[in-house]
């Protein structure tokens, strides 16, 4: 079965840092990637995926992805952290076989300090 | 919200009564999800639809059903609500796996959320 890892709980970075929040995955064949973030009392928002193709891929307000085979790992990035990007964020795969089941990491608290 | 919508936003209700959550699309996705999100366990799958009247168990079904009479709505029932049911509850649509060679029906989208409480 699919799995995925996000290490930390919680990340502080100060404003205008890079932000990265780390996430591992483990699924038979080849993974399809995703990331969310979850803004207080409201539901998930699909930031980026990756499918196939670049290892470097761009999503929504600036962030991007990279994704590495030889480490199962598929890091967000984003170069400037803003304080409205403090919220939570989700890893997600979907292993390659039918019924389109993604297996969510048990997220990350990202605080951007001013 | 990418045209979905659940009601009740909020429900407090007593242990042992029956609840049902309603979520809608517009979108015509031919998938739909129920998770709940509680502190600590991330979001966990409790059922879900690939078909009208087709529907399959998550990895925390227990005390909980489901119903898909129409495309647009996906029914999730507490039978008999206990307190370890109290949580967030979101519903989840996906276009499946599609023909689109970039992808672009696998990601889920969410609705709002329901907030139960069982006392």
């Known amino acids: 079965a699919q799995s995925v890892a996000q290490p930390e709980d919680q990340v502080n970075v100060a404003e205008g840092n890079p932000l990265t929040v780390k996430c591992t995955y483990s699924?038979?064949?080849?993974?399809?990637l995703f990331w969310y973030v979850q803004y207080p009392n409201r539901g998930l928002q699909f930031l980026l995926k990756?499918?196939?193709?670049?290892?470097l891929v761009k999503g929504s307000y600036g962030f991007e992805a990279e994704f590495n085979k030889s480490q199962t790992s598929f890091h967000l990035k984003k170069p400037s952290a803003l304080v409205s990007d403090s919220a939570l964020y989700f890893c997600?795969?979907?292993?390659?076989?039918?019924?389109?089941?993604?297996?969510f990491g048990k997220g990350n608290q990202v605080v951007v300090i001013p | 919200d990418a045209g979905i919508t659940q009601s009740p936003r909020h429900k407090v209700t007593e242990t042992g009564t029956p609840v049902t959550l309603r979520c809608h699309q517009t979108?015509?996705?031919?998938?739909m999800y129920w998770y709940r999100q509680d502190p600590g366990h991330g979001l966990r799958l409790i059922h879900y639809?690939?078909?009208?009247?087709?529907?399959d168990k998550g990895e925390v079904s227990d005390g909980y059903s489901v119903s898909r009479s129409k495309t647009e709505d996906f029914l999730l029932t507490l039978e008999s609500a206990t307190s370890s049911q109290t949580s967030v509850y979101f519903c989840?649509?996906?276009?499946?796996?599609?023909?689109?060679?970039?992808?672009?029906?696998?990601?889920?989208?969410f609705g709002p959320g329901t907030r139960l409480t069982v006392t």
């Open positions: 989840a649509i996906s276009g499946g796996t599609g023909t689109d060679p970039q992808g672009r029906s696998y990601e889920q989208y």
């Open positions: 699924v038979s064949g080849n993974p399809y």
């Open positions: 990756y499918i196939t193709g670049d290892n």
């Open positions: 997600a795969v979907r292993g390659p076989y039918g019924n389109n089941r993604l297996a």
């Open positions: 979108e015509n996705h031919r998938y």
């Open positions: 639809s690939y078909g009208v009247k087709d529907t």
